[in-house]
């Protein structure tokens, strides 16, 4: 069967379908009422974090009554909470900072296949994604501070930042298990500590409250496009409560794709005398010549996500959870191609003393990560207790490279080898004092470990043919904190937040190869943080918030050393945190009937930015040493607009303009006055949902705008491998509820076949259809 056949017909129909049910809906049909964000917050157990504060003189046990109560009797007018704003449950109006929801229904409208994919159209959020579902390893950037390790990401209270360095997998946690997905912009470490210098993304996973049952199956393909071939995902999920105490819930999904040639095969070596079938191009910069000679292959992938999740009311007051996710994935490369002839037409893997055999193949990835985590909620006198354990074991993480010498059939290679670890704790309490004010206080503790080795294979088509180690390092850290925060109501329209959080950071069992065993460090980091929110009118919402955030230097930073491509990157044992000072003020509106608009301003100051010093040390060599050398700052706007036709329809739009520079930088002098890496200057995304009868419709278009990724900004070819370019797409999803219990959805993304680069080249049009069963 000609499955790229069948997609492209798959998809022209479903463009044709949707331009048809858009433009001449069916009439007579009664409405479905949807479910709201609002209502499914209300009904989702998990998300009733119970209590919090006041916004008025009215006490705090008469507000948390009136959520509680409303959330009891499913009161579709209660606005929705959120709680990673102060660590209590807020009233999304009138919480302090800028935050923004997904909600479990945004997700399945969307064709989300990663969490991050639910985030692209949230205001100003960059999302960088470069190879769709076949890329494993994604990052998240808030408030134009580049860089994940700068962005906080978290899971039912868990830290998900590895402590290796600080990045995160992406494809870990299954979108289907999400209740809701809460973004808190702007320096967040006088709450959550280290990592949350430009803001949290907490993911905060469902649990059913009657038996329920979910099987969902989809495919999906490329269209003549540079995209994801053969994608199939299956999921499946049950969730049951007992005698009103006891819930539980199990997910499990497979998702694998054939994936698409990503990465072309480039030289600077010119082709000898009679070679032909290459192509010309340049490097990023524009300047230097490369010859386009071959590819890798597909890029492909399978990934597997189990969640096991239960709670029990062990008493009136008390209630306890438990939650297990296992995420496994790999990725591969089919056989590479070579473009290259000779005078007979015979394919030519080699040539000159640069391009050899080993220079069309790459290896295999793999990695296999727990998360546990295990919480209490209770009641003491008036005081709100909650306690969250935690450990991730990323059990294994490796990938493979290979070297001169290897072929197809094998031959020397090498496997790098980057496990980790770390435990959370934390624990609050919210204790009431008066009827006008809330104080949570709380500690917390964190120590992670990582080790990062290379090993030679003697085959490096099988990883485990490994015969000596060449590099080894690895480091531990470990952070105490305290935290403070007094919510106080002056009056029923002004609510105030002040307070904050110290930390002290310890790195320890430092070791680098060939150096040996490192002494220990210690620093530690006053993170305050206030907040007004002031309601003049009904319809009328201001707030401004301030505070300072500090990074640690990851075991990356301080430990891994390394040689590639004859650079040679030195770490730094005696690496500062990094520091950053904030402030933003926004104001929302709301018109008429449905209709909101807001518009925030934010500035950040960063001190002691981790850069990397450059030295040329010969014709083609060179040392990268990490050092505290930059001050940045970043200044932008965020603005939204929203309308809601009742239950049966919703538009939206937000702009995004981020100015950053670097102010100052020792390490690369040429750097200063220059864009910061990885964040566009102007972002936009415009979009609508609709609900008619059994069907509906979810349609984006997001615009992302030039990135650099490097300092100096001289990355300003376009439509070469290696650069950022700006791009417009349009994604659209087509839902039809066949009966109550199936509906069947089609998707197409990249409406517009936009060809363009994210480092490698990004999926082309592609379409997804899936089914699902819900009883």
């Given at each position: 069967?000609?499955?790229?056949?069948?997609?492209?017909?798959?998809?022209?129909?479903?463009?044709l379908?949707?331009?048809?049910?858009?433009?001449?809906?069916?009439?007579?049909?009664?409405?479905?009422?949807?479910?709201?964000?609002?209502?499914?917050?209300?009904?989702?157990?998990?998300?009733?974090?119970?209590?919090?504060?006041?916004?008025?003189?009215?006490?705090?046990?008469?507000?948390?009554?009136?959520?509680?109560?409303?959330?009891?009797?499913k009161?579709?007018?209660?606005?929705?909470?959120?709680?990673?704003?102060t660590?209590?449950?807020?009233?999304?109006?009138?919480?302090?900072?800028?935050?923004?929801?997904v909600?479990?229904?945004?997700?399945?409208?969307?064709?989300?296949?990663?969490?991050?994919?639910?985030l692209?159209?949230?205001?100003?959020?960059?999302?960088?994604?470069?190879?769709?579902?076949?890329?494993?390893s994604?990052s998240?950037?808030?408030?134009?501070?580049?860089?994940?390790g700068?962005?906080l990401?978290?899971?039912d209270g868990?830290?998900?930042?590895?402590?290796?360095?600080?990045?995160?997998?992406?494809?870990q946690?299954?979108?289907?298990?999400l209740?809701?997905?809460e973004?808190?912009?702007?320096?967040?470490?006088?709450?959550?500590?280290?990592?949350?210098?430009?803001g949290?993304?907490?993911?905060?996973?469902?649990?059913?409250?009657?038996?329920?049952f979910?099987?969902?199956?989809?495919?999906?393909?490329?269209?003549?496009?540079?995209?994801?071939?053969?994608?199939?995902?299956?999921?499946?999920?049950?969730?049951?409560?007992?005698?009103?105490?006891?819930?539980?819930?199990?997910?499990?999904?497979?998702?694998?794709?054939?994936g698409?040639?990503?990465?072309p095969?480039?030289?600077?070596?010119a082709?000898?005398?009679?070679?032909?079938?290459?192509s010309l191009?340049?490097?990023?910069?524009?300047?230097q010549?490369r010859?386009?000679?071959?590819?890798?292959?597909?890029n492909?992938?399978?990934?597997?996500?189990?969640?096991?999740?239960?709670?029990?009311?062990?008493?009136?007051?008390?209630?306890?959870?438990?939650?297990?996710?296992?995420?496994?994935?790999?990725?591969?490369?089919?056989?590479?191609?070579?473009?290259?002839?000779?005078?007979?037409?015979?394919?030519?893997?080699?040539?000159?003393?640069?391009?050899?055999?080993?220079?069309?193949?790459?290896?295999?990835?793999?990695?296999?990560?727990?998360?546990?985590a295990?919480?209490?909620?209770?009641?003491?006198a008036?005081?709100?207790?909650?306690?969250?354990?935690?450990?991730?074991?990323?059990k294994e993480?490796?990938?493979?490279?290979?070297?001169?010498?290897?072929t197809?059939?094998?031959?020397?290679?090498?496997?790098?080898?980057?496990?980790?670890?770390?435990?959370?704790?934390?624990?609050?309490?919210?204790?009431?004092?008066?009827?006008?004010?809330?104080?949570t206080?709380?500690?917390?503790?964190?120590?992670?470990?990582?080790?990062?080795r290379e090993?030679?294979?003697?085959?490096?088509?099988?990883?485990?043919?490994?015969?000596?180690?060449?590099?080894?390092?690895?480091?531990?850290d470990?952070?105490?904190?305290?935290?403070?925060?007094d919510?106080?109501?002056?009056?029923?329209?002004?609510?105030?937040?002040?307070?904050f959080?110290?930390?002290?950071?310890?790195?320890?069992?430092?070791?680098?190869?060939?150096?040996?065993?490192?002494?220990?460090?210690?620093?530690?980091?006053?993170?305050?943080?206030?907040?007004?929110?002031?309601?003049?009118?009904?319809?009328?919402?201001?707030?401004?918030?301030?505070?300072?955030?500090?990074?640690?230097?990851?075991?990356?930073?301080?430990?891994?050393?390394?040689?590639?491509?004859?650079?040679?990157?030195?770490?730094?044992?005696?690496?500062?945190?990094?520091?950053?000072?904030?402030?933003?003020?926004?104001?929302?509106?709301?018109?008429?009937?449905g209709?909101?608009?807001?518009?925030t301003?934010?500035?950040?100051?960063?001190?002691?930015?981790?850069?990397?010093?450059?030295?040329?040390?010969?014709?083609?060599?060179?040392?990268?040493?990490?050092?505290?050398?930059?001050?940045?700052?970043?200044?932008?706007?965020?603005?939204?607009?929203?309308q809601?036709?009742?239950?049966?329809?919703?538009l939206?739009?937000?702009?995004?303009?981020?100015?950053?520079?670097?102010?100052?930088?020792?390490?690369?002098?040429?750097?200063?006055g220059?864009?910061?890496t990885?964040?566009?200057e102007?972002m936009?995304?415009?979009?609508?949902?609709?609900?008619?009868?059994?069907?509906?419709?979810?349609?984006?278009?997001?615009?992302?705008?030039k990135?650099?990724?490097?300092?100096?900004?001289?990355?300003?070819?376009?439509?070469?491998?290696?650069?950022?370019?700006?791009?417009?797409?349009?994604?659209?999803?087509?839902?039809?509820?066949?009966?109550n219990?199936a509906t069947?959805?089609?998707t197409?993304?990249?409406?517009?076949?936009?060809?363009?680069?994210?480092?490698?080249m990004?999926?082309?049009?592609?379409?997804?259809?899936?089914?699902?069963?819900?009883?």
């Amino acid at each position: 069967m000609n499955y790229r056949l069948f997609s492209v017909m798959l998809c022209n129909a479903a463009l044709l379908s949707a331009a048809t049910a858009l433009a001449a809906p069916t009439d007579g049909q009664p409405a479905v009422t949807p479910q709201t964000p609002k209502a499914e917050s209300a009904q989702t157990e998990s998300s009733k974090t119970e209590t919090i504060g006041t916004q008025s003189s009215k006490s705090v046990a008469q507000k948390a009554t009136k959520i509680k109560e409303a959330a009891e009797q499913k009161d579709h007018s209660l606005d929705q909470t959120v709680v990673t704003a102060t660590r209590t449950e807020k009233d999304i109006d009138t919480a302090p900072g800028s935050i923004s929801v997904v909600t479990k229904d945004d997700i399945e409208k969307q064709n989300v296949v990663t969490y991050d994919d639910a985030l692209k159209a949230v205001p100003g959020v960059v999302v960088a994604r470069s190879k769709g579902v076949v890329d494993s390893s994604g990052s998240i950037t808030l408030r134009g501070l580049p860089g994940q390790g700068r962005t906080l990401v978290m899971v039912d209270g868990i830290q998900m930042n590895s402590p290796h360095a600080a990045s995160i997998v992406s494809t870990q946690v299954a979108p289907g298990t999400l209740d809701r997905i809460e973004v808190l912009k702007g320096a967040s470490s006088g709450l959550y500590g280290g990592s949350a210098m430009g803001g949290v993304v907490n993911l905060i996973t469902r649990m059913p409250t009657k038996r329920e049952f979910m099987i969902q199956g989809g495919y999906g393909s490329g269209m003549d496009a540079p995209a994801p071939q053969l994608t199939k995902r299956v999921a499946v999920s049950y969730g049951d409560s007992f005698y009103d105490k006891l819930s539980v819930y199990f997910y499990n999904e497979y998702t694998d794709s054939d994936g698409y040639k990503s990465s072309p095969i480039f030289t600077s070596s010119a082709p000898t005398a009679g070679i032909t079938g290459y192509s010309l191009s340049t490097d990023a910069t524009g300047a230097q010549r490369r010859y386009v000679i071959g590819d890798k292959g597909m890029n492909g992938m399978w990934q597997n996500n189990f969640t096991f999740k239960t709670e029990l009311q062990a008493t009136p007051t008390t209630k306890l959870r438990f939650t297990l996710m296992k995420s496994t994935g790999a990725y591969s490369y089919s056989d590479p191609s070579t473009y290259l002839r000779n005078a007979a037409g015979t394919p030519v893997w080699s040539y000159g003393a640069t391009v050899k055999p080993y220079t069309f193949y790459d290896g295999p990835g793999y990695k296999d990560q727990y998360i546990y985590a295990f919480g209490v909620d209770s009641e003491i006198a008036t005081a709100k207790v909650k306690l969250n354990l935690g450990f991730m074991d990323q059990k294994e993480a490796w990938d493979v490279s290979t070297l001169s010498g290897a072929t197809g059939d094998g031959g020397p290679g090498k496997v790098s080898s980057y496990p980790a670890s770390s435990w959370n704790a934390d624990l609050q309490a919210s204790i009431p004092v008066l009827n006008w004010n809330l104080v949570t206080v709380g500690g917390a503790f964190r120590t992670g470990n990582s080790h990062a080795r290379e090993f030679s294979l003697s085959n490096w088509k099988d990883e485990n043919s490994k015969t000596a180690v060449t590099y080894d390092s690895k480091g531990s850290d470990r952070v105490f904190a305290v935290f403070v925060q007094d919510e106080i109501s002056i009056t029923d329209k002004l609510t105030v937040y002040a307070g904050f959080r110290q930390d002290w950071w310890e790195t320890f069992d430092g070791y680098v190869n060939n150096t040996g065993y490192l002494d220990s460090r210690s620093a530690t980091a006053f993170s305050p943080k206030g907040a007004i929110v002031y309601t003049p009118f009904e319809k009328t919402t201001l707030r401004v918030s301030g505070g300072r955030a500090f990074r640690p230097p990851t075991n990356y930073d301080l430990y891994r050393s390394m040689t590639s491509s004859g650079t040679t990157y030195l770490a730094n044992p005696n690496l500062k945190p990094e520091t950053n000072t904030s402030w933003d003020a926004s104001i929302t509106q709301k018109l008429w009937e449905g209709a909101k608009v807001s518009v925030t301003y934010y500035e950040n100051y960063l001190t002691d930015m981790i850069y990397s010093s450059l030295t040329q040390t010969g014709p083609s060599t060179y040392t990268s040493s990490k050092v505290n050398a930059g001050k940045a700052e970043s200044k932008g706007v965020e603005m939204e607009a929203e309308q809601r036709f009742g239950k049966m329809a919703r538009l939206f739009a937000n702009y995004t303009y981020a100015a950053t520079k670097i102010t100052s930088n020792e390490a690369v002098p040429a750097s200063v006055g220059k864009q910061m890496t990885g964040v566009p200057e102007h972002m936009f995304n415009f979009g609508g949902d609709i609900e008619y009868g059994p069907f509906g419709a979810y349609f984006v278009g997001r615009y992302v705008g030039k990135r650099f990724s490097n300092d100096t900004n001289s990355d300003r070819a376009k439509g070469v491998y290696g650069v950022y370019d700006p791009y417009f797409v349009g994604d659209i999803k087509l839902r039809y509820k066949i009966t109550n219990w199936a509906t069947a959805s089609f998707t197409v993304n990249n409406i517009w076949d936009e060809r363009y680069y994210s480092y490698y080249m990004a999926p082309g049009r592609s379409c997804y259809g899936d089914i699902t069963f819900k009883f």
